[in-house]
């Protein structure tokens, strides 16, 4: 089971970007899944969270700005980001709860991040 996350790139400030988060194996089911970010000399945080069912969270700084989501049926995660500031600037890694169909075990996976630059 892995997942592979896209879409980050060089934006100016007040752009968009729109990341995407692929699961892919031997999937069961997908639970929690949620996109963390990691600043240079910071440590790596939560910014949205999604769960299989119910309310999604943000953190304050980009709530009003981002948008999650999930396709399920193409086991698939988004991160709308709009009105970008240079303070966004990190290395965006995806994380899911996914239970594996053999074993039936639930793993925390993460994506192998991809870089979102806001500059002028």
């Known amino acids: 089971v892995q997942l592979q996350a896209s879409g980050g790139g060089s934006v100016q400030p007040g752009g968009s970007l729109r990341l995407s988060c692929a699961a892919s194996?031997?999937?069961?089911?997908?639970?929690?899944m949620g996109w963390y970010r990691q600043a240079p000399g910071k440590q790596r945080e939560l910014v949205a969270a999604i769960p299989s069912g119910g309310s999604t969270m943000y953190v304050d700084s980009v709530r009003g700005r981002f948008t999650i989501s999930r396709d399920n049926a193409k086991n698939t995660m988004y991160l709308q980001m709009n009105s970008l500031k240079p303070e966004d600037t990190a290395v965006y890694y995806c994380n899911a709860r996914i239970q594996d169909s053999r074993s039936y075990v639930e793993y925390i996976v993460w994506g192998q991040g991809t870089q979102v630059t806001v500059s002028s």
């Open positions: 194996g031997t999937i069961f089911s997908i639970n929690g």
